[in-house]
């Protein structure tokens, strides 16, 4: 087609009816979808309603519960923190124990220092070199010592001297310190 050879033209009452009329299905389209939707929105919350009544029972039962067994939580925390305790607890007879009985009878112990980490130094006296050196032996052929030193040896060189001063540091494998 050519420009402006054909007219159009628009019939604007025949139209606008048939606009006004699917403006108007539209409309009620959309409103009854509306009212549909609303009504669906009640029915769940008349359903929600009671479960939530049951929620609320139920937290209260639990606040309650918690308040009544408090005293039993309390003891279970402790129970559990004193098994922790008897778990890990240190034996230190068993280890002044086996300290006595692997101590040669020259030689005699005047401090002590040490942790659980099983270092430990004491400051010890015996009747000759020998004596400190035998003791470190001794010491080392247990299978629960790892390490020994001498350390800081003095005394023994003049008869006015009465014995050797040392420092025996030694360590432990840990298990000597449990049950």
């Known amino acids: 087609m050519i420009k402006d050879e054909a007219q159009i033209s628009f019939d604007w009452p025949k139209n606008l009816l048939m606009l006004s009329l699917v403006l108007a299905f539209g409309a009620l389209l959309i409103g009854e979808a509306c009212w549909i939707l609303g009504r669906w929105e009640d029915s769940e919350r008349a359903n929600l309603e009671p479960l939530t009544a049951k929620v609320d029972i139920l937290n209260q ?4 519960l918690k308040n009544d067994n408090s005293d039993a939580l309390l003891y279970q925390e ?3 923190v004193f098994t922790e305790l008897l778990n890990n607890h240190v034996y ?3 280890t002044l124990d086996w300290l006595e009985k692997n101590t040669l009878s020259s030689v005699h112990y005047s401090g002590f220092s040490g942790d659980l980490t099983g270092s430990y130094e004491l400051q010890a006296m015996a009747d000759s070199y020998s004596d400190a050196s035998w003791q470190a032996r001794v010491l080392l052929s247990d299978p629960v010592v790892q390490e020994v030193n001498i350390k800081q040896v003095s005394g023994g060189g003049t008869e006015e001297a009465t014995g050797v001063q040392f420092v025996l540091g030694f360590k432990l494998k840990p298990e000597i310190f449990k049950k």
Request: glycine share 0%; charged share 50%; aromatic share 10%.
């Open 78 to 80: 402790k129970s559990r």
């Open 61 to 64: 039962d639990i606040a309650k």
């Open 92 to 94: 230190w007879t068993k």
